[in-house]
């Protein structure tokens, strides 16, 4: 007896197929799986056997032969359970072996006939409606992002006995669906915090250009709460941004299953101790998106970007050059989107107290250079505005206007992005728009260039800094509705360069007039 | 040759830098004083005690005048002294001059007037922002301004001649070789690049804290005039000062706040007589030597007006930095609107921006360009 099934298998973004093949002959009883399984695929026998013989099911006591085609892809994960189960008990004439045609089948096998859940259900019924599959057969708990795909027969089971007993063409008793609750979700507002009009000004520049920020500001003077409020003014995803990052975070197995797929761009802060291989993706044994995936179209917030390990940083660069992190290891290669708007904080000085009228700062010199020097140029390069946040004082923050609120400022943010899309590609911003179409579109009149190279003079701008200035003068005047980039604009723009004046000084090229360092 | 012997004995390890010119002079000559230590004996421990004078007998033995020289100058490291062609005549004329400068970069100009501008290393904004422009004016006239190479004052007096492609001079109080504080290497190449570095002690010596004073009688004593920026009620800019009156130099002090630790030093010199400097004028007046070719062009900014907001901008800064929420909140306008004339106000030079995100006023556009200097009023009466 032979059958066989289509099952899949995750790399990356890309979902492979896998031919399932079982085949049977009449010599003693056993079991061979072929095909380049791992430990965990290995197992699966294991399993299947026990789940089958508790679900009463007949097992076919003979030789059987499992392949798992393409020979050459080394098979991992624990995804083929199901499908191998189900091709068994086909061999085994329980049914048809006709019946697993035009299915798509994945799950993990519990010993008692569970069906577990698995990782990357979405991307996987998205891939089976490109790939005209007509009904797509997985473990309940993922039927609630996979339905989310329309125009295609999702099929949840909880146990191998349904699997079985639909196949057989009873309707499956299963408790409905939990209802997919509309998004709730609100991010906190700009108003909240008090004062820190620049800050608040970078961020909605940052907002409408997609500009990497870097805030710069003692302890406690609100970094963290100007981040956590900027996904507010972010504009929200279109539907084809939503299934891929909907994608990314069920491969990563962090979709949550009675919601619905989230309009809001991703915020993610990891910790500083995060490891290149969690930032970036990787790992054993299928690679999983790393930090800087799961914030594609979002926010990643790296909070005291010195204390970063120094690898981890240097992994961002590719990826905020192009977008893509490649992950290449000896036998894969996989590719993750990572599209991600870079807010990072520091410190002014390792204590944090550089320039706080309140606290006397206690750095070396020499630690102060050392701080700096931990993040490096090329990443800096990448980084377009750079605001300090200083620490208000008590009587500040009492006297302080509040400002505007996120809902405001993600109107003009909102138009900017409008003006940005008529301009270039839709989908394109200000902050990755090749530099020569960005030159092309600012055409600098005589006094905006007389402008440039008197602060390029005076402010030592390095042609890095110099383009960057650029970029955001571009979404500067793109939030104020204009076509043509004004010296007003340009002028806002090279304030954004605190980090560069505070190097410079740390390095000794520069006065900083900041008092004591 | 006497300028090998001279390098040679300052760089016998545990030779008394202090006491060299003694010794010479005692043994008559630098020549006679090594062969004295290298013979060793009676006469060398008469000199020295017979201690040092076995060592110093063993150290001239392996080593020879020549070579030493021939290593210096592998290293691009001049010798001078006292007598010899390019030593600055001012520093012989001092209670104790050095048996020998080492030196590093280009030669000490020979006319013109030299200004040593020193001060604290935990300088404030202020004092910082005085020094680089003091600096950069004195380099404008084509002064040459001395200093430590120290943190703060001396770093900014430094930083500033060398933007305005004026000579700087550094005197160290280490071996020359050393970059002592080591955050300075790239000041301590663009000085030795367009000025020079001086020290008295051999290349290698350590940067002992008794080396800094004795190294403050150079800095005066190579200066026509000290102008001691900002210092606290003990600070070595004020032991310079000190040395610069029993040499016979100008002193000048910048004034400051009366609240601040480090107008304390500063202050008290003024009060004690040193002359208060409000601007360079102030500092010309005091050196021999004759401004009316620089004074037709007067150092600075140029002249640039200022818009109505630029102005109310500015009047709020006078009462001390302050931040851009702050300005926001005083001039009822939208960050994208003051941070473009914030911009344009610290391009033209009337202020600069702090850390802590703070803006401070240079300039103010009440003060005239020019302060009446003493000198012409007495020419005037």
């Avoid at chain 2, 071996?175 to 570095?197: M, V, W």
Wanted: glycine share 10%.
């Amino acid at each position: 007896m032979f059958a066989r099934l289509d099952s899949c298998s995750i790399l990356g973004m890309e979902v492979i197929k896998v031919e399932v093949e079982v085949n049977t002959t009449g010599s003693l009883p056993g079991i061979h799986l072929v095909g380049l399984p791992d430990a965990a695929v290995r197992e699966s026998y294991r399993r299947i056997k026990a789940a089958i013989g508790n679900c009463q099911l007949p097992f076919a006591r003979q030789r059987i032969t499992i392949n798992l085609a393409p020979a050459s892809l080394r098979k991992e994960g624990s995804n083929f359970d199901l499908p191998i189960a189900l091709a068994i008990l086909a061999v085994s004439g329980c049914f048809k072996p006709e019946a697993l045609k035009k299915l798509l089948v994945v799950g993990e096998l519990a010993l008692d006939g569970r069906v577990r859940g698995v990782r990357g259900a979405l991307t996987m019924a998205l891939w089976a409606r490109r790939n005209k599959r007509e009904i797509v057969l997985l473990p309940r708990e993922n039927l609630g992002e996979a339905a989310q795909v329309g125009g295609i027969e999702v099929v949840g089971v909880g146990s191998l006995k349904e699997a079985v007993d639909y196949l057989h063409g009873k309707p499956i008793a299963s408790k409905p669906l939990p209802p997919i609750l509309p998004e709730t979700e609100s991010f906190p507002c700009l108003s909240d915090v008090k004062g820190q009009l620049q800050a608040k000004r970078a961020l909605e520049i940052a907002a409408a250009g997609f500009h990497n920020i870097l805030m710069i500001g003692p302890p406690g003077s609100g970094k963290s709460m100007l981040a956590q409020r900027l996904p507010g003014l972010l504009p929200q995803l279109d539907a084809d941004q939503v299934l891929e990052v909907s994608s990314i975070k069920s491969i990563a197995g962090l979709l949550e299953p009675d919601k619905s797929l989230s309009k809001h761009p991703p915020f993610r802060a990891p910790h500083h101790t995060i490891s290149n291989v969690g930032l970036a993706g990787g790992g054993h044994p299928l690679p999983r998106p790393g930090e800087i995936s799961l914030s594609h179209y979002g926010i990643l917030f790296l909070d005291e970007l010195p204390e970063f390990r120094r690898d981890a940083l240097e992994v961002l660069r590719q990826p905020l050059e192009s977008g893509r992190v490649s992950i290449s290891r000896s036998l894969i290669c996989a590719s993750f989107p990572a599209r991600f708007l870079l807010v990072a904080g520091m410190n002014p000085c390792p204590c944090g107290y550089m320039g706080d009228p309140q606290h006397a700062c206690s750095c070396a010199q020499s630690r102060i250079r050392h701080y700096y020097s931990r993040i490096s140029g090329p990443l800096l390069d990448r980084i377009d505005l750079q605001v300090e946040v200083p620490r208000l004082t008590p009587a500040e923050l009492v006297e302080m206007p509040a400002g505007e609120t996120s809902q405001v400022m993600a109107r003009r943010v909102n138009a900017a992005r409008e003006r940005q899309k008529e301009r270039w590609r839709p989908g394109r911003t200000n902050a990755h728009i090749e530099l020569v179409h960005m030159r092309d579109s600012c055409r600098l009149g005589e006094e905006q260039k007389r402008f440039m190279y008197m602060a390029a003079d005076r402010l030592a701008l390095t042609g890095r800094g110099f383009d960057r200035c650029l970029r955001v003068a571009r979404t500067i005047a793109d939030l104020a509705g204009r076509e043509e980039v004004a010296v007003a604009d340009l002028a806002e723009a090279v304030q954004y360069r605190s980090l560069d004046r505070l190097r410079g000084s740390a390095n000794m090229t520069e006065v900083n007039y900041g008092g004591s360092i | 040759m006497e300028e090998a012997y001279r390098a040679a004995l300052a760089c016998i390890p545990g030779m008394n830098i202090l006491a060299l010119p003694r010794l010479i002079e005692m043994a008559g000559g630098p020549t006679t004083l090594w062969n004295i230590f290298e013979n060793g004996g009676g006469r060398a421990a008469a000199l020295v005690g017979s201690e040092k004078a076995a060592q110093f007998k063993e150290a001239s033995r392996s080593s020879h005048p020549g070579m030493v020289l021939k290593e210096l100058k592998r290293h691009g490291i001049r010798v001078m002294f006292p007598g010899g062609p390019d030593f600055p005549e001012r520093l012989t004329s001092i209670y104790d001059p050095p048996a020998v400068l080492f030196m590093k970069g280009n030669q000490l100009p020979h006319q013109g007037m030299y200004v040593a501008v020193v001060g604290a290393r935990r300088a404030s904004g202020y004092g910082k922002w005085v020094a680089e422009t003091l600096a950069a004016q004195l380099a404008g006239l084509g002064i040459v301004v001395v200093s430590g190479a120290a943190y703060g004052v001396d770093a900014c007096a430094h930083l500033g001649c060398l933007k305005a492609s004026g000579f700087t001079a550094a005197v160290l109080g280490c071996g020359i070789d050393r970059i002592y504080p080591a955050e300075h290497e790239k000041l301590f190449q663009n000085i030795e690049n367009s000025g020079c570095i001086v020290s008295e002690y051999p290349p290698g010596a350590e940067p002992l804290a008794w080396h800094f004073p004795h190294r403050n009688r150079i800095i005066a004593g190579l200066s026509h005039a000290v102008v001691v920026v900002e210092a606290a009620e003990k600070s070595g800019a004020l032991i310079t000062a000190d040395m610069a009156l029993e040499e016979g130099r100008e002193v000048l002090a910048v004034p400051g706040p009366i609240n601040s630790f480090l107008s304390l030093g500063t202050n008290a010199l003024i009060q004690k007589g040193a002359k208060l400097v409000r601007s360079i004028e102030d500092i010309c007046d005091e050196l021999p030597w004759d401004f009316s070719h620089a004074a037709s062009t007067p150092p600075g900014l140029p002249g640039a007006q200022l818009a109505g907001i630029e102005l109310s901008i500015l009047d709020l800064l006078r009462g001390g930095p302050r931040s851009l929420d702050w300005l926001s909140a005083r001039l009822e306008r939208n960050p994208g609107e003051l941070l473009p004339c914030l911009t344009e106000v610290s391009l033209k030079g009337w202020v600069g921006e702090e850390v802590g995100g703070k803006y401070r006023l240079l300039r103010d556009p009440e003060m005239p360009s020019r302060i009446k200097s003493n000198r012409s009023i007495k020419i005037q009466q």
